[in-house]
């Protein structure tokens, strides 16, 4: 059995709110451990809320996403770069 | 029309979806068929977000993919019913044609099939995660390159889109129950599953694999064990 974690597919309709190109497909690299991937291969966290997505590598945070009454909250300190393909 | 172009350049694609027909799966799971005016059209594999509205304003949303290919207006989710789950009863067994849901969408882009795209594909889908794997297998032409589909359901009578599968690059996996004439004894995804049914890592791939979450990690771990390029294997949870 696993925890049900989802992972960064999960994150295209709430990220569309915030980012108007795609992002799950942006290669993220971890401020943790430097690894770098697409964000669609992150490991994700708690829905529908909310969501915390994780590097594959080190399992340190690299993004948080939460939505309240009173706005969206980003926090995307965990990244250290997000390079966006010109593939989209 | 400008609006909608614009609105989608900036984002918001969030449609109004009726339903126009549905086609039950299994006695469980039920293929639901939207006319969405506005609708972009997709990509094999996307999904989108269905947001239900309760008349007091409450809310909840959950991510469907899309199982059938571009078709107009038109988009095809298949639900599998979760017991004591917040939607997907209503979508299985409760709305009904001439209702309407809204939709946001198409989303993502890793976990999707370009018809352009060089190389082999190997489809590997667990219970509901058939969904994206059929909109694929559908859209593939005479023009494509190898596909092989691996699809792991429990018994035969789990088994959606049946009438469609019925080819030699589909092999039915079964867990618990399989039917007469069908020689694998039924037990969970394994490695020799994979090289008896699958392709080779030399022919490098590119693997979906989908479905439960538990499900999901087994097959990557197999597939890397057996050779497969981390960078060629993608994925899609559902949770559970
Ligand atoms: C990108 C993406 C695509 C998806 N595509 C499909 C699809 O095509 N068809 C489909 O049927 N589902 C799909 N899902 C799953 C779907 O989004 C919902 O999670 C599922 O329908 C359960 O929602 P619910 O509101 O009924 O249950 P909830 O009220 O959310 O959950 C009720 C209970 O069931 C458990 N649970 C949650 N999800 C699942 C699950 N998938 N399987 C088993 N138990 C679960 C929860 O842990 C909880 O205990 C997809 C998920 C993602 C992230
Ligand atoms: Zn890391």
């Known amino acids: 059995m696993t925890d049900g974690h989802l992972d960064g597919n999960a994150l295209a309709g709430p990220l569309s709110t915030v980012f108007t190109a795609e992002v ?50 980003l926090d995307m300190r965990g990244i250290a770069t997000l390079r966006l393909t010109t593939a989209d | 029309m400008a609006g909608t172009a614009l609105r989608r350049r900036l984002g918001h694609r969030r449609l109004t979806a009726r339903l126009v027909e549905t086609r039950d799966e299994t006695a469980t799971a039920r293929t639901l068929r939207f006319a969405v005016p506005g609708w972009p059209g997709h990509l094999a594999g996307q999904h989108a977000d269905v947001r239900l509205t309760a008349e007091d304003g409450y809310t909840a949303q959950r991510s469907y993919s899309l199982s059938a290919p571009a078709d107009g207006e038109f988009v095809e989710l298949t639900v599998q019913l979760v017991p004591d789950g917040e939607v997907s009863p209503y979508l299985v067994r409760d709305i009904e044609v001439g209702d ?32 994206p794997l059929r909109a694929m297998l559908r859209a593939r032409s005479a023009a494509s ?20 599968l019925d080819s030699p690059d589909v092999t039915l996996l079964y867990t618990r129950e399989a039917p007469d004439g069908v020689e694998r004894t039924p037990h969970r995804i394994d490695a020799a599953d994979l090289t008896a049914y699958g392709l080779p890592a030399a022919e490098e791939p590119t693997c979906y694999v989908c479905g439960p979450t538990s499900f999901v990690e087994t097959v990557t771990g197999l597939l890397i064990d057996a050779g497969h390029d981390p960078a060629r294997v993608r994925a899609e949870r559902f949770g559970g």
Do not use: K
């Open chain 1, 24 to 73: 799950t497909t942006a290669v993220a690299a971890c401020a943790g451990c430097g690894r770098s991937g697409p964000l669609a291969a992150a490991r994700v966290y708690g829905a529908p809320m909310g969501y915390v997505a994780r590097c594959p590598g080190c399992d340190q945070v690299l993004l948080r996403y939460a939505e309240a009454p009173a706005g969206t909250t």
């Open chain 2, 100 to 131: 309407e849901v809204e939709l946001l969408g198409p989303l993502g882009g890793w976990f999707v099939w370009r018809p352009e795209q060089p190389g082999p594909v190997l489809l590997i889908g667990g219970g509901s995660g058939i969904a």
């Open chain 2, 145 to 164: 390159p190898p596909f092989r589909l691996l699809y792991s359901v429990r018994t035969p009578s789990d088994v959606y889109f049946a009438g469609e």
